[in-house]
Structure formats: C-alpha cells, structure tokens
C-alpha cells in the first residue's frame, strides 16, 4: 500500500491555526463604542440601566476590571481607567459581551467579561440632582440615565444645522459631534429599546433613510429643528444596523 506523504510544513501551519481557534477571541486594547461584532453580543448590545456594587476593582494603565454583583449575580466588568470604591454602588447603560478576553497587562484570561461605556457612582445623581434619601429606585435610574445623556451633550462639539446631503457626503466630519437638522418626520416608531425613532427627510437627500432616536414625542408629518450627537457604524441586532445615526435628539423650539 502506498504511504501517504504529508509534508511537516503543511503539518506546522494546521498545528498553528488549531491554536489561534484555541487562543482568547479579543484582547486589550479594546474599543467599545464604534465597533461591536455581533457574534459576541449578549443579547447584542444591552442598553438597560444597570446598578451594581463593586466587590473587586483591578486597576490598570488604560482599564480598570471590576467584580461587580447586580440582583445576587457576580460578573466582571471593564471600563476605562477611572477611580472606584469597593463596596459602592454604581450605574452603567450601555455594555458588549466578550468572551475569552486577554489581559496582557494582567496576565490573565477573563471567560466572560462585559466592556461598559463607563460607571456613574450613585453619589453623583444624588450629588447634581439633589436627590434625597427617600427617593425610588425607579426614580433614582431615570436621574442618572438623565444624567448620561447630560454628560454626552454637555461634551459634544456643536457643528451647527446642516443638511442630510452634507451629512451623508461626509459622515466622519461629524462622528461624535452635536448637528442641528431641520426637516419632516416621515415615520415614527415609539418606545423601541426605551426610546422613539424618527425618520427624517429635508429635501436634500431623501433617497437616505435618516434615523434619530429621541425621547420626545415627534408627530408623523410634522416639520421639526432637532439636535442630536452623530453615531457611525451602530449595529444592535436584531436588524436594527445604521451606518449614521443620530442620537439624543432635542426638539429646539
């Protein structure tokens, strides 16, 4: 019988691909907003308030890992490099599951970690607010998701009112900068993941399917002035994936 030959080159390389499917599926360092892959989203990507207590904070040079617990569940989180108190209690609103994720800094491999936005102590809503004690729990996570988006538009640099032609012409120009539009709201769906989606149309391009979510109620057919921050390249499963979209839209009257 004739012996098969395999040359050891061919063999070395099918060893190696073996261990990079083996290997941890992302490593430090990380990006959370503007790339999420939808095949390590939990389920895609959450935007639900959450509060949690610190139980073990690992600092670092550009992250910090933390073991939070929420509801009697312990996971471990990451944000980037902040300040936080064991014991305390703190929000996040936005989070992406990773799976087999490399800390070389730490030499360690965390099975499941969830990267966050960042961490708002509880302190700061009761701080800025003037929260007292006796307030809800209900009432205490609409102030700080109040809060973030505070904190986001406060931040933004204001590019001004611009047309959707020149925001489809050159999306990079505005990434992460506050636009203000003026347009008619074509089509509204309201209350989808906690917030309304208008689609808006100015005559400039309305081959183009703007979206801008808001928490203000937006008539179909109503000619609007709103201001929100420019997001690229947002995916949220489930079919809900924009190439631009304008978030936390305020109606300027």
């Known amino acids: 019988m004739k012996k098969l030959f395999v040359p050891f080159g061919t063999i070395l390389i099918f060893i190696l691909i073996l261990?990079?499917?083996?290997?941890p599926k992302s490593r430090e360092p990380y990006t959370i907003t503007r790339?999420?892959?939808k095949s390590i989203l939990d389920p895609d990507v959450?935007?639900?308030m959450h509060k949690v207590i610190v139980k073990e904070v690992i600092p670092g040079n550009k992250y910090v890992y933390v073991l939070v617990e929420e509801d009697g569940r312990s996971f471990w989180i990451s944000s980037g490099k902040q300040q936080l108190k064991k014991g305390e209690t703190y929000f996040y609103n936005e989070s992406i599951?990773?799976?087999?994720?490399?800390?070389?800094e730490h030499n360690r491999v965390f099975d499941t970690l969830y990267l966050v936005t960042s961490l708002i102590p509880e302190e700061h809503g009761k701080g800025v607010h003037g929260m007292s004690p006796g307030s809800s729990g209900d009432k205490q996570?609409?102030?700080?998701?109040?809060?973030?988006?505070e904190e986001q538009d406060s931040t933004a640099v204001f590019a001004g009112r611009i047309s959707i032609a020149d925001l489809v012409a050159d999306p990079e120009k505005y990434a992460g900068k506050k636009i203000e539009l003026k347009g008619m709201c074509t089509k509204v769906n309201i209350g989808i993941m906690g917030r309304n989606w208008v689609h808006l149309q100015d005559g400039s391009k309305?081959?183009?399917d703007l979206v801008i979510t808001t928490?203000?109620?937006i008539d179909k057919d109503k000619e609007?002035?709103?201001?929100?921050?420019?997001k690229l390249n947002i995916d949220l499963g489930s079919g809900y994936s924009y190439p631009i979209l304008v978030e936390n839209g305020k109606l300027m009257r």
């Open 141 to 149: 996570l609409e102030i700080v998701k109040k809060s973030i988006v």
């Open 46 to 48: 959450s935007r639900e």
């Open 35 to 37: 790339t999420i892959d």
């Open 215 to 217: 928490s203000e109620m």
């Open 19 to 23: 261990s990079c499917l083996d290997g």
């Open 224 to 230: 609007v002035t709103i201001r929100g921050i420019v």
């Open 97 to 104: 599951l990773k799976t087999q994720f490399e800390s070389k």
């Open 206 to 208: 309305d081959d183009y």
